[in-house]
């Protein structure tokens, strides 16, 4: 009989639904932008395609050589956007038990958290790393920020908070 070792996923089993509603919640907060984003910005209302929206999000890390680089690029860019959608979800998942009031209403809180996250990645983050300020102009609004209060806000406060109902001590 062989000697193997069992390596259990985490040390501690109590661990394994809160990383199981971090991921879910990730994923699902994560494509519902994306998936918005190449709707959208593509068929709905403009001329870009997919690759280029993804290369678009690479162009922060890549500059301009993103948009030259093909599907390479765009596979940075898509890894990007869900980097950058795993760490809001684990923010929110990480204070929901110490704010009491996201525990009120799912779609307020939801909501509150889509307008946060828009805000800091529209108005601070993004203009910080490309190196231009932010401007108003009514229609892209509108378009950036409506899939962040409908979808992304919502999907993460409605997953986090069903795993906070059901394991009241979490964390």
Same mark, same amino acid.
């Given at each position: 009989?062989? *000697?193997?070792?069992?390596?259990? @996923?985490?040390? *501690?089993?109590?661990?394994?639904? @809160?990383?199981?509603?971090? $991921?879910?919640?990730?994923?699902?907060?994560?494509?519902?932008?994306?998936?918005?984003?190449?709707?959208?910005?593509?068929?709905?209302f403009g001329k870009?395609?997919?690759? %280029?929206?993804? %290369?678009? $999000? @690479?162009?922060?890390?890549?500059?301009?050589?993103?948009? &030259? /680089? /093909?599907?390479?690029?765009?596979?940075?860019?898509?890894?990007?956007?869900? /980097?950058?959608?795993?760490?809001? &979800?684990?923010?929110? #998942? #990480?204070?929901?038990?110490?704010?009491?009031?996201?525990?009120? *209403?799912?779609?307020v809180s939801g909501?509150?958290?889509?307008?946060?996250?828009?805000?800091?990645?529209?108005?601070? $983050?993004?203009?910080?790393?490309? /190196?231009?300020?932010?401007?108003?102009?009514?229609?892209?609004?509108?378009?950036?920020?409506?899939?962040? $209060?409908?979808?992304?806000?919502?999907?993460?406060?409605?997953? &986090?908070?069903?795993?906070? @109902?059901?394991?009241?001590?979490?964390?």
């Amino acid at each position: 009989m062989p *000697n193997t070792i069992s390596v259990p @996923a985490t040390k *501690n089993k109590s661990l394994q639904p @809160a990383i199981m509603t971090i $991921i879910l919640a990730w994923l699902v907060a994560g494509t519902f932008d994306i998936s918005y984003a190449i709707i959208t910005w593509g068929p709905v209302f403009g001329k870009i395609t997919a690759a %280029q929206i993804l %290369q678009s $999000i @690479a162009s922060a890390l890549m500059g301009k050589d993103a948009f &030259t /680089g /093909g599907t390479p690029t765009a596979l940075i860019g898509l890894a990007m956007h869900y /980097g950058i959608s795993l760490a809001w &979800t684990m923010l929110y #998942f #990480f204070i929901y038990p110490h704010i009491p009031l996201l525990a009120k *209403n799912k779609w307020v809180s939801g909501i509150v958290y889509g307008v946060v996250v828009w805000g800091m990645m529209t108005i601070v $983050i993004v203009p910080l790393v490309m /190196g231009r300020a932010w401007t108003y102009n009514t229609a892209p609004f509108l378009k950036s920020i409506a899939p962040m $209060i409908l979808l992304f806000g919502p999907s993460i406060a409605f997953i &986090t908070g069903k795993y906070f @109902a059901r394991t009241p001590k979490a964390l």
